[in-house]
């Protein structure tokens, strides 16, 4: 097992990934970090969908992203082929919906990483989840009553790496 800031300086976004399922442990221990991940007041107010790669609801998802986004020709889909898609949504009457959804997404982001696995947040399909077939992809997917697509994560093994992203901590950050 990886240390927090080992997981966190080794994860950078996995868009190649391998045929092989994830186990059920493999699994079940992404979504409970996204459950242990804390919530503003600790509402808890936070969903989690899990669906395998092969779910045809993917693929409608997909094409409605790439009608309203003009994309004829998509050289891969928005989950990179991944076995496993976990959906997050959230209340969309919590004003601190998308907040604690980000929060969770990354705690699920860095279990993947602990347990070798990539993984890639997508927002992407943010548009498709707001446009007409809005009700029905809410329905279709089981999001609780009231509560909207926040985030995505991909999940599966890692076909090729990717190093992770540099940053400019001279422009970012100050110290008083
Ligand atoms: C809120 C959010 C939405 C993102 N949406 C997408 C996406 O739709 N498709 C994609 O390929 N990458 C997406 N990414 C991944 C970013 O492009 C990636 O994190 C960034 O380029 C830094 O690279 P790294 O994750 O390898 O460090 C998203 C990341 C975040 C945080």
Redesign the pocket.
């Known amino acids: 097992m990886a240390t927090a800031l080992e997981a966190i300086a080794k994860r950078?976004?996995t868009?190649s990934y391998t045929d092989e399922a994830l186990t059920e442990t493999e699994v079940k221990t992404i979504v409970t970090a996204g459950l242990m991940a804390p919530t503003a007041a600790n509402r808890q107010e936070v969903h989690f969908t899990v669906v395998k790669g092969d779910n045809p609801l993917l693929t409608e998802l997909e094409n409605e992203k790439n009608v309203l986004r003009g994309i004829t020709a998509p050289a891969h889909n928005?989950y990179y082929e991944a076995p496993l898609v976990i959906m997050l949504s959230a209340d969309k009457a919590n004003h601190w919906g998308s907040l604690d959804a980000g929060i969770a997404v990354e705690n699920m982001s860095l279990a993947a990483e602990d347990l070798g696995l990539g993984s890639?947040?997508?927002?992407?399909i943010y548009d498709a989840f707001r446009g007409d077939k809005r009700e029905y992809f809410e329905k279709a997917f089981g999001f609780p009553e009231g509560w909207q697509y926040e985030?995505a994560l991909a999940v599966g093994r890692k076909a090729a790496g990717?190093v992770?992203?540099t940053y400019d901590a001279e422009k970012l950050v100050n110290y008083l």
């Open positions: 950078s976004s868009r928005f890639l947040i997508i927002g992407c985030i990717k992770p992203h």
